[in-house]
């Protein structure tokens, strides 16, 4: 290349094919194999080359990009998304990464290889998405659902993550609690769990007090298990904010564990609002997002830029918070906690 537009030749030889099969992959007119479809795709995608000469050939299908669908948190935006679809005669293909930032390029290669009409995405992290720059330069209608600073050229229907973690955490403060840490998913995997831990650091701001360093851990393996041994023996917290619902219940599930109770010893809240957090004992504390809905303003959203040339939007919804049982006042004679060590001494 050299400096200017990609051209069909350029694709043609990165994909190792023919410069027709290119051009009939571009327009989506002409037998190509599935497999030279994504190749082809992706030496485009890699290259800048546009592919939007081929809108006129997409299928009836919605692409949903997720993280995981582990947490319910997703499954909630894709049943929205999925309504939308089957009131508008579309079908949905849905992907997951994980949470891995490389996965990301590879899985949205796949989808846009599939001609859908337009995406709903949630990527780890905007500011260094390169699947959500490549669907940005090739110009498909998409949209992100909870991501936050998403460039205007794309959709997004998030909520001020910052915001309602400052009043969570006040909540906590005003209840007398001093010693706070933050848990949450690794930051470079989450874009919303940085945004909340923000929102941390702005209560403890406002109160005067020392910001607790996060605890960051992988969503995927802290789905099994939360080592907080070394939090609570440097920190000793007597209350901890969780990035989200399904941390915080493997959170309180470690808690206990270590013979702690919630929230007569520590205090636990909560992030989502998925619905099992409302039944589990004692009830979760959390801040409540309307996945659904967020689901549906979303494909709604795609939709209309794909179908009647909206331009795309930046939309906030509102959270409510759920109060729940997993906070109490700070307890002064709360239980001592006593920590062994691998040698089998006792550390108070």
């Known amino acids: 290349m050299d400096g200017g537009a990609p051209t069909v ?20 007119h002409g037998p190509v194999s599935g497999s030279m479809q994504k190749r082809v795709v992706q030496a485009a995608l890699q290259l800048g080359f546009s592919l939007s000469t081929a809108r006129d050939s997409r299928r009836a299908i919605l692409g949903v990009l997720v993280p995981s669908l582990t947490n319910p948190v997703f499954a909630g935006v894709v049943a929205g998304v999925e309504q939308t679809a089957q009131a508008n005669g579309l079908s949905v293909i849905l992907a997951q990464t994980h949470y891995d930032t490389a996965r990301e390029v590879g899985t949205v290669a796949a989808l846009i290889a599939e001609y859908p009409v337009g995406l709903v995405m949630t990527v780890c992290d905007p500011a260094t998405s390169e699947a ?20 205007a050229e794309l959709g997004a ?5 910052r915001a309602a973690m400052r009043r969570l955490t006040g909540e906590l403060i005003g209840l007398g609690h001093r010693s706070i840490l933050f848990l949450g998913g690794r930051f470079a995997s989450s874009d ?9 650091r702005d209560a403890m701001a406002a109160a005067g007090l020392p910001p607790l360093p996060a605890r960051e851990v992988d969503f995927i393996d802290a789905a099994e298990d939360v080592d907080l041994s070394a939090a609570f023996g440097a920190h000793a917290p007597s209350a901890i904010v969780v990035s989200n619902d399904l941390l915080a219940m493997t ?14 010893d520590v205090s636990v809240t909560g992030f989502d609002g998925i619905d099992i957090a409302r039944h589990m004992s004692p009830r979760l504390t959390t801040v409540v997002q309307p996945s659904r809905t967020m689901g549906v303003l979303a494909a709604s959203m795609v939709l209309g830029i794909a179908r009647d040339g909206r331009p795309p939007c930046h939309l906030r919804a509102d959270v409510s918070f759920t109060p729940g049982e997993t906070i109490a006042p700070y307890r002064r004679d709360r239980r001592p906690l006593t920590l062994h060590n691998p040698a089998g001494s006792i550390q108070p």
Do not use: F, H
């Open 192 to 200: 919303r769990a940085a945004c909340r831990y923000e929102g941390y």
């Open 132 to 151: 959500l720059a490549q669907v940005a330069r090739q110009g498909l209608p998409a949209a992100t659902v909870y991501n936050e600073n998403v460039p």
């Open 251 to 264: 959170v309180i599930a470690s808690l206990r564990r270590m013979g702690l109770r919630v929230p007569d």
């Open 9 to 28: 030749r350029e694709v043609a030889a990165k994909a190792g094919c023919s410069i027709a099969t290119v051009s009939r992959v571009a327009t989506g």
């Open 157 to 161: 229907v998030s909520i001020d993550n």
